[in-house]
């Protein structure tokens, strides 16, 4: 079944408290120092400029179809803010998982519904899938849950059982998704932790022949497969899902036979288009595989003559849901107030990144990594072994380890769980932060986007 988000409607005029409390938001968030709002504080200024900024205004919205594949060991908490946020403006759009269900009165499809008995019988990642359709979560307890939420991200993704399952969505969503709207110009596959910039992924394909068969993503490499990454949004046109889905069909067995040898569903996905005759067209950095605030802007993912930061900005990966929120408020803010200018990884980085950064914040891991050992254990101590360094930008203390770095990062909140955990605490050489924000900007020929 197909989830279709309404156009947004006039909103209802808030509280009289609610709106002193948002003139009180809107008065102290000026954009050269614009702060990450709270949950609360995002909808009480969304509510009230989301009628200032008509979906309408993105032009293009009609010709794209959105795959947004979950799981149901996170559509409950990942779900929810993409409905109110990413989704808000699209009038064509489809969620699917590897359980049915409804999520804040939006239907939730499966995937997974129509692959083969035999297949469903012959491998063990389904065993998940079968417990989870006889019985829904409660099939699995919560201490399992829990451990699979906190599972951490690998070079071959994680180990739970809805990761391993999650391979065998690609395919068969493709052809979901075209019998769904098989007149879209565009099909974008997203996940519940990326975030798109719509405005200027519109404005990128707008710029594209979409009767082409074109296959665009950040690049990856498994093996001998080149393909695009699923986590910052795959961009397919329909001629070359036509292709992948016709393809598909006539060689059923072998990419079923394919994705159970395989780990990566995004790479099957991949290889089943080059065998349709659809090369990927690189497409980082206008695609990004990392949040911007953990993003090394001095990275060249395999072409030394692109830099991420002079380059327009489509789409970001890893997000939590209220990072979403952030990254959703910030964008309409800058829509609103810088109507004709789009968005690059540098304006994001100055305005919503940069102003976070501060001189010290204890508990926070800015995710420097090269180590040293520090005599008396202090930031203090850490921060002079950095300045001691000429191109280094920022250190971490971790107990008594010093860790420093060349590159720029904001990081994340880490927070201590016990008294036997290890506190981290973060510091920036601000002068040499604001130096380099300097640099990137000087760097910057005219670069826009990556085209075929």
């Not at 068969?172 to 910039?197: G, V």
Request: charged residues 25%.
């Amino acid at each position: 079944m197909l989830s279709i988000s309404p156009w947004p409607r006039k909103r209802l005029i808030f509280s009289i408290s609610l709106l002193v409390s948002f003139c009180f938001i809107a008065l102290r968030k000026d954009l050269s120092a614009i702060e990450f709002p709270s949950e609360w504080e995002y909808w009480a200024l969304r509510n009230e400029e989301v009628t200032d900024l008509p979906c309408a205004s993105l032009e293009g919205l009609g010709d794209v179809f959105v795959i947004l594949k979950t799981g149901a060991n996170e559509a409950p908490e990942k779900l929810p803010v993409h409905l109110r946020t990413t989704l808000d403006c699209i009038p064509h759009y489809g969620i699917w998982s590897d359980l049915e269900e409804d999520i804040s009165g939006h239907h939730v499809s499966n995937a997974l519904d129509e692959v083969d008995p035999e297949v469903l019988a012959g491998y063990e990642d389904f065993e998940y899938y079968r417990r989870l359709q006889e019985q829904g979560r409660d099939a699995f307890s919560a201490d399992q849950q829990a451990k699979w939420a906190n599972a951490q991200n690998t070079a071959s993704g994680r180990d739970t059982p809805g990761w391993k399952l999650d391979k065998w969505k690609f395919l068969p969503l493709a052809d979901k998704a075209y019998r769904q709207r098989p007149e879209a110009k565009w099909f974008i596959f997203m996940e519940c932790d990326t975030f798109i910039i719509w405005k200027n992924l519109l404005a990128w394909l707008s710029m594209m022949d979409s009767s082409k068969p074109l296959y665009l993503g950040h690049q990856m490499r498994v093996g001998d497969v080149v393909f695009a990454y699923g986590g910052s949004g795959i961009v397919i046109s329909n001629p070359a899902m036509k292709a992948l889905v016709e393809y598909r069909a006539a060689n059923l067995k072998f990419y079923d036979d394919f994705t159970g040898q395989h780990w990566a569903g995004d790479s099957v996905l991949g290889k089943a288009m080059l065998d349709a005759g659809v090369q990927l067209t690189w497409s980082w950095p206008t695609l990004l595989g990392d949040a911007v605030s953990e993003l090394d802007f001095n990275s060249t993912f395999g072409n030394a003559d692109v830099h991420p930061w002079c380059y327009y900005a489509t789409s970001y990966h890893h997000l939590a849901p209220l990072e979403v929120s952030q990254y959703d408020a910030f964008e309409r803010k800058w829509r609103k107030e810088n109507a004709s200018t789009l968005l690059r990884h540098g304006d994001i980085f100055r305005y919503f990144v940069l102003p976070k950064i501060q001189p010290e914040i204890a508990d926070w891991d800015n995710l420097s990594a090269d180590e040293h050992d520090s005599e008396s254990g202090t930031l203090a101590d850490c921060r002079s072994i950095c300045e001691s360094q000429s191109d280094c930008v920022q250190f971490s203390l971790t107990d008594r380890t010093c860790r420093t770095s060349k590159v720029v990062k904001l990081g994340h909140h880490r927070q201590q769980q016990d008294l036997a955990s290890e506190r981290v605490s973060s510091g920036w050489m601000m002068e040499r932060v604001a130096a380099f924000v300097d640099e990137m900007n000087a760097s910057c020929q005219g670069e826009d986007w990556m085209l075929p």
